[in-house]
């Protein structure tokens, strides 16, 4: 399979706990993005990587959230102290970086903060 | 700031066509895009338009664009009861670096 990969698919945890989350981009995306969609709404943009470099994050990235891809290839997602707020599905999405091309998307990691 | 709205939900026969529509406030961005989701799942990607374009078609799907009045929409022909799921509309931002994202519109198809 050479699409984007994301695990854990579901992770429910106790609020004020730690999570990572973990993304595989298509190998030779070097654009990575993270987003996260809660119920009835559609993905909202939370970060974007160029290779290993963090180039934009959203405000909806409070300083509990931290975003990572350490050798420009995978990237991990944690977040600290989670809130049941923090509950939602979290995609991550990956492209080639020609003008022309576009996003693709993982299966997504459901996060459930009881 | 940018925004993109859909109709929330959209109930068909098999067989007929299906139109998904869609708005957008902000009109730079150089593509415009069709995202299927199905229970459960992450986004699949539909189709695409360039925004020179006003028309494209790919097998059972034509997406029409009217820069104009800012409209995106998306027909489904020949619809099927496999083609039930969330449609999201989505644009890029401005800074050329993320997709905005419409809500969402629910499709059912009965058969």
């Known amino acids: 399979d050479t699409g984007v990969s994301q695990d854990p698919r579901h992770k429910i945890t106790k609020r004020g706990q730690n999570v990572t989350f973990r993304c595989d981009p298509i190998?030779?995306?070097?654009?990575l993005y993270w987003y996260r969609q809660t119920l009835g709404q559609g993905p909202e943009f939370l970060t974007y990587?160029?290779?290993?470099?963090?180039?934009?994050k959203s405000r909806l990235l409070s300083d509990r959230f931290s975003a990572e891809r350490p050798k420009g290839s995978f990237s991990t997602l944690e977040i600290q102290r989670t809130e049941q707020g923090d509950s939602a599905m979290y995609l991550c999405?990956?492209?080639?970086?020609?003008?022309?091309?576009?996003?693709?998307f993982g299966p997504g990691t459901r996060l459930t903060v009881l | 700031g940018e925004d993109v709205e859909q109709s929330l939900f959209l109930s068909v026969r098999e067989g007929d066509s299906s139109v998904i529509n869609c708005t957008y406030t902000d009109s730079s961005s150089t593509y415009l895009y069709w995202y299927k989701q199905e229970p459960g799942a992450g986004l699949q990607l539909l189709t695409y338009?360039?925004?020179?374009?006003d028309m494209k078609q790919d097998q059972r799907l034509t997406v029409l664009l009217n820069k104009k009045d800012k409209h995106l929409s998306l027909r489904i022909a020949d619809t099927q009861t496999g083609d039930s799921a969330i449609y999201f509309c989505?644009?890029?931002?401005?800074?050329?670096?993320?997709?905005?994202f419409g809500k969402g519109t629910t499709l059912s198809v009965s058969s």
């Open positions: 338009i360039f925004s020179n374009m």
């Open positions: 190998s030779e995306h070097n654009r």
């Open positions: 989505a644009v890029i931002n401005q800074a050329g670096t993320a997709l905005i």
């Open positions: 999405a990956s492209r080639l970086g020609t003008p022309t091309d576009t996003q693709y």
């Open positions: 990587f160029q290779n290993e470099a963090q180039l934009e």
